[in-house]
């Protein structure tokens, strides 16, 4: 399930940094493609930094 998630934030990153060129070309708006690309990758890093947090002991 987490390599799932890996690569479904890869691919976002991926897309988004796609959409930033197109951005970048003025086919798409830099409001919409920034943000989207930031988000992405925040959650990708947010993701990535908290598989291995100490949970406790049950």
Do not use: A
């Amino acid at each position: 399930m987490k390599h799932i998630t890996l690569i479904f934030w890869l691919l976002m990153v991926s897309i988004s940094f796609f959409l930033n060129l197109l951005g970048l070309m003025h086919v798409i708006s830099l409001l919409i493609t920034m943000p989207l690309l930031f988000g992405s990758i925040l959650c990708m890093l947010w993701t990535l930094s908290n598989r291995n947090r100490f949970k406790g002991f049950q």
